[in-house]
């Protein structure tokens, strides 16, 4: 059964501890994990709360910048994704989203290969631990310096390429949601789907992600969910809700109207 879960982003300016505990309460039987908040409460004690709390970690947070885009070298980056995979394995998390960098300044050729290397080295770790690893393609319009991966075919390319078992993608609404080509793909795309996230967004990202509560812009979330849950998606379904537009709101009211769109959206068919 799907879970139904919310990220650590959409409270960043709790703790841990506090993220943990109104999640709890709030219903939701899963969390997103940010690895900043993990490394600050440690993973012993991360594990410790989550299991009292019988909260499931449905994704870790994340690993990649092969490209060099966020100041590492390739080596660096490769060891820390590394290091990720045994944190997520430590957390029994549902998968390490991965997202690829960008392109810095690389002809596209160039940064694909030097992707499909790194994901190659991760992956041979990540299937030791028994980790899946999850690609995350990102919005060009908000994500330049995060991912030269854009769209769910370029991400399939590389799926295809790579070939490990264990590595699938994430689907964000948000940040893939906006293409009309969008349902089309979805058949193409359930059977690597390892997570599934909602954001929802008034208008194409510009610069920053501006996300807005769920259900209050033009994504159409309804459909792509009940596509993929008729095409057989049994995995997490995580809420992530950060931007401008919602970090001055009350996180409660976040978390409440979050849980609620998520049960209306889901008819209460899943946890």
Known sequence: MNILAINQLSTFRWEFEEDAQAYASHGFDGIGLFR?????????RCSDLLRELDLSVTSLSWAGGFTGSDGRGFDDAVRDAMDAVIDA???R??????LAGGRNNHIRKHARRTLCQALKQVSAVAEEFGVLL?????????????SFINDLESTL???ESVGSPNLGLVLDTYHVGMDEEVLSWLPHVSEHLHLLQLGDGRHSPLGEMNRCLLGDGCVPIGEIVHTLLDLGYD???EAE???EDVESLDYEMVLG????YLDMLTGSKVH
Do not use: M, Y
């Not at 998390?93 to 991965?98: E, F, K, M």
């Not at 999850?134 to 995060?146: A, D, I, R, T, V």
């Not at 109207?257 to 609620?260: A, F, G, I, L």
């Open 89 to 91: 394995a430590n957390l």
């Open 235 to 237: 995995g997490p379904i």
């Open 93 to 98: 998390a549902g998968s390490l989203v991965v």
């Open 134 to 146: 999850s690609l995350e393609p990102f919005h060009p319009g908000c994500g330049q310096e995060w």
């Open 241 to 243: 809700v950060i931007g």
């Open 36 to 44: 900043p908040k993990v490394d600050d409460f440690g993973i012993d």
């Open 257 to 260: 109207h979050t849980r609620s």
């Open 157 to 159: 390319h590389i799926l």
